[in-house]
């Protein structure tokens, strides 16, 4: 089955869900190309063709897609499909937002956050907020899909496969990219950080959220927080973690003052190590935490980062 990749990327840094996204796209078969769209983008192409399994690399460079738009995307993708039996991009916000686009275009259901494949047409993906696994046939003549990045281990890097230019349709596109906010941080990325340090809305202040920060740089973690903290303005949005926020799955998952209401656990219940801080012995996150200490969070999480000095 041939396969289409969608590499995400941010114009300096190929992200890791592309190479978890081409792993997801060599267990559907192969042969297995990497779209790479933006402007200027040859460096992150080369980066592409050096993912194992890549047969070649397709680069659209052109400021259309600097930042990606569905509009635009579908517009170059739909006419490549022709060549491709499958168009798999990561969960992210670019991916959910142009894959439904691509797919009504080409008249086939798509399939969202793929975190298994049973077969050549048959797909795992989690419902009700993670608390079922639904498998599902694509009876389509394409599939075309997202896959959640955490559920797929990333592919390695092997010889650089070749890269061919795309020559870029005319189309007309009748949205514009107006702007965007993104907070800085020196800190890693949230979706795939190794460490993840959160708080709740039991911080109780965007001030207050300096310990977690504090506790985050000294073991190089990146910071999530509850939609709770989020909708109360103590972290920004990009930090939510769960259902409506990021999924991560990082080795360690330090959620403090975080209840653990089903929507979090979500995003976040795959981590390999679990520790909670919570000063409710009966708080549900201790249901799935390997570590958990009921403590108040106000004294429990200075010392903390104060002893791993
Ligand atoms: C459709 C939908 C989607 C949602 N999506 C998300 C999502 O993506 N992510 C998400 O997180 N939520 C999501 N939610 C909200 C979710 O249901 C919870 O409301 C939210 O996760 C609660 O956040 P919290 O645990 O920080 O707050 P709370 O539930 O209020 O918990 C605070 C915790 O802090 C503890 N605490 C209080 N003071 C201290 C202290 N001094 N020291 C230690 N512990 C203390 C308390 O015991 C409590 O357990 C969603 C809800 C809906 C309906």
Same mark, same amino acid.
């Given at each position: 089955?041939?396969?289409?990749?969608f590499a995400?990327? +941010?114009?300096a840094?190929?992200?890791? @869900?592309?190479?978890?996204?081409?792993?997801?796209?060599l267990?559907?078969?192969?042969?297995? +190309?990497?779209? $790479?769209?933006?402007?200027?983008?040859?460096?992150?192409a080369?980066?592409?063709a050096?993912?194992?399994?890549?047969r070649?690399?397709?680069?659209?460079?052109?400021?259309a897609?600097?930042?990606?738009?569905?509009?635009?995307?579908?517009?170059?993708?739909?006419?490549?499909?022709?060549?491709?039996d499958?168009l798999?991009? *990561?969960a992210t916000?670019t991916?959910? =937002?142009?894959? *439904?686009r691509? @797919?009504?275009?080409?008249d086939?259901? *798509?399939? /969202?956050?793929?975190?298994?494949?049973?077969?050549?047409k048959?797909?795992?993906?989690?419902?009700?907020a993670?608390?079922?696994?639904?498998?599902?046939?694509s009876?389509?003549?394409? !599939?075309?899909?997202?896959? %959640?990045?955490?559920?797929?281990k990333?592919?390695?890097?092997?010889?650089?496969a070749?890269i061919? =230019?795309? @020559?870029?349709?005319a189309f =007309?596109?009748?949205?514009q990219?107006?702007?965007?906010?993104?907070?800085?941080? +020196? %800190?890693?990325?949230?979706?795939?950080?190794?460490r993840v340090? /959160?708080?709740?809305?039991?911080m109780? /202040?965007?001030?207050?959220f300096?310990?977690?920060?504090?506790?985050?740089?000294r073991?190089?973690?990146?910071?999530?927080?509850?939609?709770?903290?989020?909708?109360a303005?103590?972290?920004?949005? #990009?930090?939510?973690?769960?259902?409506?926020?990021?999924?991560? @799955?990082p080795e360690?998952?330090?959620?403090?003052?975080? /209840?653990?209401?089903i929507q979090?656990?979500?995003g976040?219940? #795959?981590? %390999? $190590?679990?520790?909670? !801080? =919570?000063? +409710?012995?009966?708080?549900?996150?201790?249901?799935?935490? #390997?570590f958990?200490?009921?403590?108040?969070?106000?004294?429990?999480v200075?010392?903390?980062t %104060?002893?791993?000095d």
């Amino acid at each position: 089955m041939s396969v289409l990749v969608f590499a995400e990327h +941010d114009g300096a840094v190929l992200k890791d @869900a592309t190479h978890k996204t081409v792993a997801a796209a060599l267990a559907l078969g192969g042969p297995v +190309d990497v779209l $790479v769209a933006g402007a200027n983008a040859g460096p992150i192409a080369a980066l592409a063709a050096a993912i194992e399994g890549v047969r070649k690399v397709l680069l659209a460079d052109s400021q259309a897609f600097s930042p990606p738009i569905a509009e635009a995307l579908s517009a170059l993708i739909v006419p490549l499909m022709a060549d491709y039996d499958a168009l798999l991009a *990561p969960a992210t916000a670019t991916g959910k =937002n142009f894959i *439904p686009r691509v @797919a009504a275009l080409l008249d086939v259901s *798509p399939v /969202s956050e793929i975190i298994a494949i049973p077969g050549p047409k048959t797909f795992q993906r989690p419902i009700y907020a993670g608390n079922a696994i639904e498998t599902v046939e694509s009876m389509d003549a394409k !599939i075309i899909a997202t896959v %959640r990045p955490t559920a797929f281990k990333a592919a390695g890097t092997s010889e650089n496969a070749p890269i061919e =230019n795309l @020559a870029i349709p005319a189309f =007309n596109v009748a949205t514009q990219f107006v702007g965007e906010e993104l907070s800085k941080s +020196d %800190r890693p990325e949230l979706a795939s950080a190794k460490r993840v340090v /959160s708080g709740g809305r039991a911080m109780g /202040s965007a001030e207050n959220f300096a310990l977690i920060e504090a506790l985050a740089d000294r073991i190089g973690a990146a910071v999530g927080a509850s939609r709770a903290a989020v909708d109360a303005g103590y972290a920004p949005n #990009d930090y939510q973690v769960g259902q409506t926020g990021k999924v991560v @799955a990082p080795e360690l998952y330090v959620a403090i003052g975080i /209840s653990g209401a089903i929507q979090h656990l979500a995003g976040m219940k #795959d981590s %390999r $190590v679990i520790v909670a !801080i =919570n000063k +409710d012995a009966d708080a549900p996150i201790f249901q799935i935490a #390997d570590f958990g200490l009921v403590a108040d969070l106000f004294s429990a999480v200075p010392e903390l980062t %104060r002893s791993l000095d």
